[in-house]
């Protein structure tokens, strides 16, 4: 899997009202957090989608996703023109954000039909239902997407310690305990 080049990262509706009913809401969002990091660290973009905002409001403070994409489609697959056509553009997408039996779990099987590559961010996804989650990316899986933990991805984005910012992104893996 070479996913720096070319790849995309594509963050969910990490609504704060969402956030809250997770079980460790705290843990999500350093994981989270350290991959949108990584990614804008590593140069693979980062775009992001708000379900209807109205409703369930806005992204956590730690989270810096500015410009997010609104929509009502559970699917970000169609929430916007633009959108569509960054993600068709992409060779690989990870995916991460919430809720993972829902939103993301339907993006995942929109895009499998568009993008030659699909990854779900198993630890920087996220239901209220532990179940709900694990039955999720058990079917992203069974669809043909590779589920991975952020790590991985990270790893995969440098390919090797020899890459200019191995260090920092190895002090922000530490830092997340």
Excluded at 24 to 52: E, K
Excluded at 74 to 97: C, H, K, M, N, Q
Excluded at 130 to 138: E, I, R, S, T, V
Aim: contains cysteine.
């Amino acid at each position: 899997m070479n996913t720096a080049l070319g790849a995309g990262l594509l963050v969910i509706d990490p609504q704060q009202k969402l956030v809250d009913l997770l079980p460790d809401p705290p843990a999500y969002i350093r994981r989270l957090r350290f991959l949108v990091n990584a990614a804008r660290m590593l140069d693979v973009p980062v775009r992001s989608t708000i379900q209807n905002p109205e409703r369930l409001g806005g992204f956590p403070d730690e989270l810096d996703l500015p410009d997010p994409v609104p929509k009502m489609r559970f699917s970000a697959w169609g929430a916007s023109e633009a959108l569509s056509v960054w993600l068709i553009s992409r060779r690989t997408v990870i995916v991460a954000g919430m809720e993972t039996h829902i939103c993301v779990y339907l993006t995942v099987r929109d895009l499998l039909r568009h993008v030659s590559h699909v990854v779900v961010a198993s630890d920087a996804t996220a239901s209220r239902d532990p179940d709900a989650h694990a039955a999720a990316l058990a079917a992203a899986r069974h669809l043909g997407a590779t589920v991975l933990p952020t790590e991985t991805i990270v790893y995969d984005w440098m390919r090797s310690a020899d890459h200019p910012k191995f260090r920092t992104v190895l002090a922000a893996l530490k830092a997340l305990g």
